[in-house]
């Protein structure tokens, strides 16, 4: 069974294993790094927000990298981040003293998150916690840059190509999309799980994780399809309240316009097809 509040993607299952998450580094930065024991895990295994944990955070050299993995668009991840940071920190300088006369070094902070969801198409993109500010003024006090990297099939393609098993995670989740769509979602991850192992695609991990693979792969599915379905259902009451509005808007400047020419509410009422309290209202 899977746990519904909070279950590992197979994002954070893959890259949790040291070597992996060395070559997607790598991958990113342009480095050449080949000893896995010199990235130092610090995730929060007890940061959750909303149900979910932070993916994964870890210290190599002096700097600190938080990357998330999101199969939905969100722009409040500034604001997350912000929270898990803020964490990271105290957990960091825990023994020692804020108050002393020497300045606590703390490592620079990066912040990534992977995108395979199917609603943005750019390669890449930033988002900033300065974009949450109601009415700034000026340059913000406090700033957090996001940066978003498309992961699907196709997107990137050369970091995909630098890092293999960011690339097989690709193919994995295009394969299970494609078979969803016309198969019930069990047998489409089934289906997509034996064909990767048979094409050696992530082979060991399928292997060896197999059960576990597919349990978490059909909660993400269809957690994306329930935000998803959400995420329509919130446009489309927008789109209806934005439209009730504006007849609403209407019926005003008409009914007013047309007390102006001396008709009378009964009159108004008769021609709006409304109540005649509700031009008593508009008059007021």
Not at 160 to 176: D, G, P, S
Not at 204 to 227: G, H, M, T
Not at 260 to 279: Q, W
């Amino acid at each position: 069974m899977v746990n519904r509040n909070y279950k590992d993607t197979i994002f954070r299952m893959l890259f949790s294993d040291r070597k992996n998450l060395l070559s997607l580094y790598n991958a990113i930065n342009g480095t050449s790094y080949e000893n896995p024991e010199e990235l130092e895990i610090v995730t929060l295994e007890n940061a959750i927000y909303m149900g979910m944990k932070n993916d994964l955070a870890f210290i190599i050299g002096t700097n600190l990298f938080l990357y998330e993995h999101q199969s939905t668009y969100t722009p409040n991840m500034p604001l997350r981040d912000l929270f898990y940071i803020s964490a990271e920190y105290q957990k960091l300088v825990n023994k020692k003293s804020l108050y002393s006369s020497t300045l606590q070094k703390i490592p620079a902070p990066n912040f990534i998150v992977f995108y395979n969801g199917i609603e943005k198409t750019d390669e890449r993109w930033e988002n900033c916690l300065s974009e949450a500010y109601e009415n700034l003024s000026g340059e913000p006090k406090l700033e957090l840059k996001v940066v978003t990297l498309n992961i699907n099939e196709g997107r990137n393609r050369e970091l995909l190509e630098q890092c293999q098993t960011l690339r097989e995670y690709a193919v994995y989740v295009a394969k299970v999309r494609k078979y969803a769509q016309y198969m019930e979602l069990e047998a489409a991850v089934k289906k997509a799980v034996d064909e990767c192992i048979q094409n050696g695609i992530l082979k060991d991990f399928l292997q060896n994780k197999r059960a576990e693979v597919i349990a978490v792969s059909i909660f993400e599915y269809d957690k994306e399809e329930e935000e998803r379905k959400l995420r329509e259902a919130e446009f489309e009451a927008g789109e209806l309240c934005g439209i009730q509005k504006g007849i609403q808007l209407r019926d005003r400047e008409i009914a007013q316009s047309l007390m102006k020419k001396g008709m009378t509410v009964a009159e108004i009422a008769d021609i709006l097809e409304i109540s005649e309290n509700d031009v008593i209202k508009m008059r007021e």
